[in-house]
């Protein structure tokens, strides 16, 4: 992950929507591949009493959308702004191998690869700005987006609830690559993070860094929304557990096995000293077992974990093995994969489905009270 004064430091940026004020309420989004986990934070009532939703992610949403257009013959015609891919992207492969075209603008289009050339390659058709696609009876339209706060508004508004004016989203951002590895990219940036001091607030973005382009279109359709990738927002939620904030001083393994990325960090205090990310797709017990252990010990390197076809690993020279780190702490929804490891389950607030949700609202509460603090110390 990038880290920037652009973000933890709360430096810059554009402002939120409205008179942000986290202590009038906060509307978490933590957006993965199944689903889009939601959570309305009132500081006025206990935790367990908010709003939580735990629905279709829209990559799903849109994802059977297009299956069912392909089961009728019908062509597709994508515009929005880029989201995460997954399912689909999946789905629309299936779409143009059956015959059917795909239409996309530019920005839709960067949904499915960073670079507009292998966009095409892939067999859709990129329409110039302004121009849309031929005139079809038939033609299915579907706007690209990872947040959609008028359909959440609408639906929650029947119940009498409005959305708080601060708003907090996670997605996972591997980063614009345009030549390269992607994966190679992302764990850069993951290293340069830990080499610059691995503070867990510089993970909370006020104002994305560029590379970052999923979190920049998230902003665009929620303006001035406060930003992490999915994995931060899950180590942050892993600490709400107050069993795993207890040995956060003496250092604590953290570990989100997510739908798709497994994250392990070592964490003293707020600082992250060493990680690796791989895909939960190759996982199972014994080899999380194994690369629980080896970063541990210091010894989990990176060319093994890209081997492995994971991201990679890095441990910062300031580790030093042997000193704490004992308390395993894991979240996420395939967890089960630890079941016989013995770790603690971390369950913030009695949730673990809204653990990311729980790590938004932690991080934007500790961001915009730094920036008040530091707004009032000027004046």
Request: proline share 6%; with cysteine.
């Amino acid at each position: 992950m990038v880290s920037s004064s652009r973000g933890g430091s709360g430096v810059g940026g554009q402002e939120p929507v409205g008179q942000a004020n986290p202590e009038d309420g906060i509307l978490a989004i933590d957006v993965g591949a199944g689903t889009q986990d939601i959570l309305l934070w009132d500081p006025d009532q206990p935790v367990e009493n908010s709003v939580k939703l735990v629905i279709p992610s829209w990559t799903t949403v849109l994802a059977g959308r297009v299956k069912r257009a392909t089961r009728e013959g019908r062509p597709i015609f994508l515009t929005g702004n880029l989201m995460g891919g997954g399912p689909i992207v999946s789905a629309m492969k299936r779409h143009l191998r059956a015959g059917y075209p795909v239409y996309v603008t530019p920005e839709a289009a960067l949904t499915i690869r960073d670079s507009l050339d292998q966009v095409r390659e892939r067999g859709y058709t990129i329409l110039p700005p302004g121009e849309g696609p031929p005139a079809d009876g038939g033609l299915l339209t579907l706007r690209t987006r990872d947040v959609d706060l008028d359909v959440l508004q609408r639906a929650l508004g029947r119940l009498d609830v409005r959305l708080p004016t601060t708003t907090a989203v996670a997605v996972q951002d591997h980063g614009e690559c345009l030549e390269g590895s992607n994966r190679r990219f992302r764990f850069q940036l993951w290293q340069a993070f830990v080499e610059n001091g691995g503070r867990m607030i510089d993970l909370v973005y006020r104002d994305p860094p560029e590379c970052y382009t999923r979190m920049q279109a998230v902003q665009r359709d929620a303006p001035g929304a406060i930003l992490m990738d999915t994995g931060p927002a899950a180590l942050w939620g892993i600490l709400e557990d107050r069993r795993a904030a207890a040995h956060q001083e003496e250092g604590i393994i953290l570990v989100n096995v997510g739908n798709q990325h497994t994250l392990g960090v070592l964490v003293r205090g707020e600082r992250i000293l060493g990680l690796f990310e791989h895909h939960t797709v190759l996982m199972d017990a014994e080899k999380l077992r194994r690369l629980v252990e080896d970063l541990r010990a210091g010894t989990l390197t990176n060319e093994e974990v890209y081997a492995d076809n994971g991201h990679g690993a890095y441990v910062h020279r300031d580790y030093t093995p042997g000193r704490g780190f004992e308390f395993v702490a894991v979240t996420g929804p395939q967890r089960r994969l630890a079941d016989s490891l013995g770790y603690v389950f971390a369950a913030p607030h009695g949730d673990m489905m809204l653990t990311g949700c729980f790590g938004l609202v932690a991080a934007t509460r500790r961001l915009l009270g730094a920036e008040a603090g530091s707004a009032a110390a000027a004046g």
